[in-house]
């Protein structure tokens, strides 16, 4: 199983964006959650306490992790569940995606309290890949909306931009620990521009990528005041 999973890409620490599927009063249900591995032989993942999904794994000790062929699946299985179809699971008792680029068949191990959510931990008894599979974690796109709001920085205000860019990064830190995209995120952003003609050349545009070393939590702290 160890192998499997590294064949999909997973990565230990790192988060993905995946569909659970459980058996809830005997018809099939679907919620997207937030999973990731430690080991690559079994999966973790935080429900809230009053979730219907967590009621539904806990009762019945199994449940399937569907890695989605896009991000419409986990728009569907949220807001469109009747447009989900389901198959069953070739080695446990539970439905599954039939579209899902990949299933993961689990066995519920252990359970922990997390302030309001339940940590779960199941360990994986199947891995099928259904096409090529393609996952989604959130840091890149983080990465990417993080760039724009930088060039966004005079419309937004400078507290407002930087607040937001901070969020961005404390996310791809958790879902991406040590990724580049996350990495990106924590160096310098745009520095202030020299005036007109120091040096000969213009000042950049605001929002334009500058040159620095360093870094910190605030990756993005020498946006200048002044842009705003």
Sequence with gaps: MQQLLRQLGLRPGWIYEAVVCTSLE???HAAPAGVATDDCRSLRLD???????????LSSGVFVCDLPAGADTLFRA??????LTFARASRIDAPRLADSAATIELVVVST????????????????????DV???NRAEPLLVESLILATRIRLAGRET??????????????????SAAAGALRRPGPARPPPRGAGGRPPRAAG???RGAGGGRRGWDCLSAGAA
């Design 26 to 28: 005997g018809r099939p």
């Design 47 to 57: 429900l809230y306490d009053t979730s219907r999904t967590l009621g539904a794994l």
């Design 78 to 83: 949220l807001y469109a569940p009747e447009e």
């Design 112 to 131: 922990a309290p997390r302030g309001g959510l339940t940590r779960v931990r199941a360990r994986v008894v199947a891995v099928t890949r259904h096409t």
């Design 134 to 136: 393609r996952l989604i």
């Design 161 to 178: 931009t930087l607040a937001q860019l901070d969020e961005n990064l404390r996310v791809a830190e958790k879902v991406a620990p040590g």
């Design 208 to 210: 334009s990528p500058g």
